[in-house]
């Protein structure tokens, strides 16, 4: 399998930035993508920023896309739209990581806005739209029917179009559901295409270590091989 890192020359994004990746695997190609490091968002006093990513599993192939943490610092303005195209016969594992700003500093939901969106695409036909809008200069964000006292949210997207989707099921709900510091959940997909999983938590630590749980489990159901280790 290849290992791809991404990296901003610019260490950060800025108001104006206009960033787009696509990231296609054919038949029989396998590859895991990633981030050298957290994405930051600059404070954005005028304007915003955006980036569209695109990525394309043909018949056969397997794609991991598992960027490290998103933090949108205070006046940061950002929005970001993923489009997954998928053939029958693909896999595909994609994860996002939203903190809530640099804690260090005591920034804690004080970024402008946030929007990010996912959409599947099988055989041409879009499936599912994930659409997450977070405005907390304008909506309050820590209530409960949001994040409550939770700080970090993460999304899991497993996906295996004319495969074992219960099985990767399975093995998601194999899962802690339920700590002290997060709360975790797992939903099947329309068309039986796979599954997402949902984490609410309250430490950097702890999201990772979940997200990281569920991509070894997801991880060994659909190609025999629990996850390896990062190398960053």
């Known amino acids: 399998m290849a290992f791809i ?8 994004v800025f108001s104006g930035d206009q960033l787009e990746l696509r990231i296609a695997a054919r038949n029989g190609a396998k590859l895991h993508v990633t981030s050298t490091s957290a994405t930051k968002l600059h404070r954005m006093l005028d304007g915003s920023a955006f980036q ?3 990525l394309e599993a043909k018949q056969g192939s397997y794609i991991e896309y598992l960027p490290d943490q998103l933090i949108p610092q205070a006046q940061s ?5 993923t489009t997954i195209n998928l053939d029958r016969g693909s896999m595909l594992i994609a994860s996002e990581i939203i903190a809530p700003g640099r804690l260090a500093r005591g920034e804690i939901f004080a970024f402008s806005r946030l929007k990010l969106e996912t959409q599947i695409r099988l055989d ?3 499936l599912f739209t994930d659409r997450i809008v977070l405005e907390p200069t304008t909506t309050p964000i820590n209530i409960r029917g949001v994040l409550g006292s939770f700080l970090y949210s993460g999304n899991l997207l497993a996906l295996i179009p004319g495969g074992n989707a219960k099985g990767v099921y399975d093995a998601a709900s194999s899962l802690d559901m339920t700590g002290e510091d997060f709360r975790l959940g797992v939903g099947a997909l329309p068309g039986a295409v796979g599954i997402i999983v949902r984490v609410l938590a309250r430490s950097s630590s702890t999201i990772t270590r979940l997200m ?3 991509w070894s489990r997801i991880r060994m159901q659909m190609i025999g091989a629990p996850a390896p280790s990062k190398r960053k």
């Open 5 to 12: 890192y991404v990296q901003n020359p610019s260490g950060a």
């Open 52 to 54: 569209k990513v695109q």
């Open 77 to 81: 303005s950002y929005n970001q739209e």
């Open 124 to 126: 041409g036909s879009t």
């Open 212 to 214: 990281e749980d569920a």
